[in-house]
């Protein structure tokens, strides 16, 4: 077993941008090959461990990576809170350097994507984002899959995302660019996603000739194939306080039956927790439209190309 030339460079799984388009082309492919021959890949990981460092929690990423690792002959060991808080015990370079001479790989979900870089940095193994602040890499490739197993061609898919501009809208717009796959961002005014991530994205998209629409009107969402959204509030940003007023902003962008009929739209995605009747129906989410579970677990063939590329060869 080896993996596609395009991926050999890579050494880290940390932030989209990081791949070219070619490499996201091949871990698409190669998580779909996983997903059709698991047992080619059975003992992939054979006598390989991975230390997971989660600071928040985890449903999908936590499984997906657990029960991925076995199908894969490896080891998964889970790294909650109970060792003190990632950098205040001890530092971040240190958790890295311990756990490196332990592991094969540490996959790490964390507040800040400077404790992504801090891990990287000083781990002498592969690190993979499992989702912070800035970035969910992990969703996105998953997503393109998801996406990949539907359409072809993903260069002819128009995809939308609304809500809050968060990690996941993030990673989402920043490979949709480097694919060249049309991308819209519908979010309330305030919550639209970061300048840096917008100028990249921009740069990006100018590259692969793919258009990039960011607006704050609903109502000018146009013609979209696959409309994404998430929680209007991520993990670290619950403040009580703020609550009503955020439910109330976001109100008018709930993506519903009425919102998909008016794009157009065919499928719905959503990397959950879904917080139904919020950011999206509870109908809706039910729907035949509602490719959620097979996104789900995607999760787990598309980390696992990510594994196999990382530790394989
Ligand atoms: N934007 C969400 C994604 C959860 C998978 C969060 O960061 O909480």
Redesign the pocket.
Known sequence: MSTDNALQSLNNFLADDQLNKEQILALIELAINIKQHPSDYSQALAGKSVAMIFEKPSLRTHVSFDMGINKLGGHSLYLGQQNGKLGERERVSDYAKNLSCFADLIVARVFSHDSIQGLAEHASIPVINA?CDVY?PC?ALADFVTLAETYPDLSQVKLAYVGDG???SNSLMIMAAILGVDFTLVSPEGHDAQADIIEKTKQLAQESGSKLHLTNDINAIGKQDVIYT??WI??GDEDASKKAEILAKFAPYQVNHALMAKAEATMLLH???AHLEEEITTELFDSELSKVFQQAENRMWAQNAVLVTLLVN
Do not use: A, I, K, R
């Open positions: 989702l969910h969703q968060n990690n996941v998430d929680t991520s993990m990397c959950q927790p």
